[in-house]
Nanobody
Framework: QVQLVESGGGLVQAGDSLKLSCAAD????????MGWFRQAPGKEREFVGS????????YLSDSVKVRFSISGDNAKNTVYLEMSKLEPEDTADYYCAAGPGGRFTYWGQGTKVTVSS
């Protein structure tokens, strides 16, 4: 089994920055991709970004790529999401996910990000 532990969420004001972290523990040897999703109140979960350990490539969704960045430390099985110029629309539960490649198999419990206007 793999456990994902997120940290870094909180309440911020519009325009602020925030950095989320997610560390994987357990049987992490088969993890190839780690990433972030978010779910705003009343909305479906949406993909935010991912890191692929095979080639250290990163990907961010069009909706956030101008303001967010994603990075990771393969040796620590940790992925980071740096969010800047936060907007109230970024308010959501942010979930870390990981998998052996091609799909996300493991999910964290989520960390809440609230952006006040």
């Amino acid at each position: 089994q793999v456990q994902l532990v997120e940290s870094g969420g909180g309440l911020v004001q519009a325009g602020d920055s925030l950095k989320l972290s997610c560390a994987a523990d357990g049987r992490t040897f088969n993890i190839v991709v780690m990433g972030w999703f978010r779910q705003a109140p009343g909305k479906e979960r949406e993909f935010v970004g991912s890191v692929n350990w095979r080639d250290d490539s990163t990907y961010l969704s069009d909706s956030v790529k101008v303001r967010f960045s994603i990075s990771g430390d393969n040796a620590k099985n940790t992925v980071y999401l740096e969010m800047s110029k936060l907007e109230p629309e970024d308010t959501a539960d942010y979930y870390c996910a990981a998998g052996p490649g091609g799909r996300f198999t493991y999910w964290g419990q989520g960390t809440k990000v609230t952006v006040s206007s």
